[in-house]
């Protein structure tokens, strides 16, 4: 009986592992016109999409409001490899809403961005 109930709980431990597998996206997968979503950070701010600093934000005239970025739309208008081996991806709004209202594209290392939830493939 004991072993019975062993084997049981460790195919629901398997089972678990692999319901938590998350896909992630090749970079040669990635191409220009891909659409992503805006996730929250795991930290205070964000990290790998390189959003500029609310003092640059300000002086082109935008409020420094990071909490509205959460959930928006996002498609890729360049990939560019770096010589470390890291994917470098511009990005900007789908809507055509500048981001702060003063910034048209960022740029964000596209797999450190997947793996930690900033950037949400759809």
């Known amino acids: ?9 460790f195919a629901i431990g398997c089972i678990g592992l692999y319901a938590n597998e998350v896909h992630f996206i090749a970079p040669q997968e990635v191409q ?3 659409i992503f979503k805006i996730g929250d950070p795991d930290a205070p701010r964000y990290r790998h999409i390189n959003f500029p600093r609310p003092n ?18 996002v498609v890729v208008t360049a990939v560019k490899e770096k ?14 809403v500048r981001f702060f ?7 964000a290392d596209l797999k ?10 759809i």
């Open 56 to 73: 640059f934000i300000i002086k082109k005239g935008g409020v420094a409001n990071y909490n509205r970025l959460e959930g928006n739309k």
């Open 101 to 107: 209202g003063s910034h048209r594209e960022v740029s």
């Open 32 to 34: 220009v016109g891909d």
């Open 83 to 96: 010589k470390d081996g890291t994917l470098e991806v511009m990005i900007k709004r789908t809507d055509g």
């Open 112 to 121: 450190a961005a997947l793996e930690t939830g900033e950037l949400v493939e």
């Open 1 to 9: 009986m004991k072993q019975f109930i062993f084997a049981l709980l």
